[in-house]
């Protein structure tokens, strides 16, 4: 696994996988850990805005990333 927690916001490279013939892949036990992701738990899958990956999160951790953002924006309103 190669991570750089330097910077939170940024993607971190964990691994490279494979997809099989019925389109499915392993997401490693490190990367699993990582995020504490169980057998069971949902994932939500989204394009990439190039069109050229995925993304897998958490509803949860979308949730939480949603109301930064709106944070964020309501900050900056308000600064104006």
């Known amino acids: ?3 750089d927690k330097s910077n939170t ?16 892949v392993v997401i490693p036990a490190d990367a699993r ?3 504490n992701l169980r057998a069971g738990d949902k994932m939500l899958i989204m394009m990439h805005p190039s069109k ?10 979308l949730e ?3 109301k ?3 944070e964020k924006l ?3 309103k308000s600064d104006n």
Do not use: C, F, R, W
Request: aromatic letters at 2%.
């Open 64 to 66: 939480k990333y949603a």
């Open 33 to 35: 850990a990582l995020i």
């Open 1 to 3: 696994m190669k991570s």
């Open 52 to 61: 050229e990956g995925l993304i897998l999160i958490k509803p949860d951790g």
């Open 9 to 24: 916001h940024q993607p971190l490279l964990l691994d490279l996988v494979t997809m099989n013939e019925k389109g499915q």
């Open 68 to 70: 930064q953002m709106l």
């Open 74 to 76: 309501s900050d900056i």
